[in-house]
């Protein structure tokens, strides 16, 4: 681990933290107060928040290890694209899709997720090529 990996870690975390917030709290939070018991409360939930925590510096970390370990001398900003990209087909997409499978999750609120995440994967990748632009970590 250099200081470049170490200030791109803690720029995805922020930047994931706040973007998950945007998407789950605000843009799909009231999708998810209509579904009731299949959330938790507010209240309940943020007996658990240090592990929402705990969550996001482990994916942080992974992906800009991820992304630092391929990033090619290519133009930043389609590398980040496609990373974010990649991740998305990944992770996001298959997720949702096997949460709706075993969940009663309506079909509109699991678009919504699968389209708002991959949207901040993208966006994640982009962070991540600008951090890393120049080539090689």
């Given amino acids: 681990m250099n200081r470049k990996f170490i200030i791109a870690w803690i720029v995805i975390l922020v930047a994931w933290f706040l973007g998950s917030f945007l998407v789950h709290g605000v843009l799909l939070g009231a999708d998810y107060k209509a579904l009731g ?3 938790r409360t507010d209240a309940d939930a943020q007996q658990y ?3 929402m925590i705990l969550a996001h510096v482990l994916l942080a970390g992974a992906f800009t290890w991820i992304y630092a ?6 133009p930043w ?8 990209v990649a991740v ?10 096997i949460y709706y499978v075993v969940q009663p999750m309506p079909a ?11 949207l901040l994967m993208v966006v994640l ?11 090689k970590a």
Avoid: N
């Fill in 108 to 118: 509109a609120v699991v678009a919504k997720q699968i389209l708002f995440d991959s």
């Fill in 37 to 39: 018991a299949l959330f």
């Fill in 69 to 74: 370990r391929g990033v090619e001398a290519k």
């Fill in 49 to 51: 928040f240090p592990l």
């Fill in 88 to 97: 998305a087909f990944l992770t996001t997409i298959p997720t949702y899709l």
């Fill in 77 to 84: 900003l389609g590398q980040g694209v496609r990373f974010g």
């Fill in 125 to 135: 990748g982009v962070i991540a090529g600008w951090l890393y632009r120049g080539g």
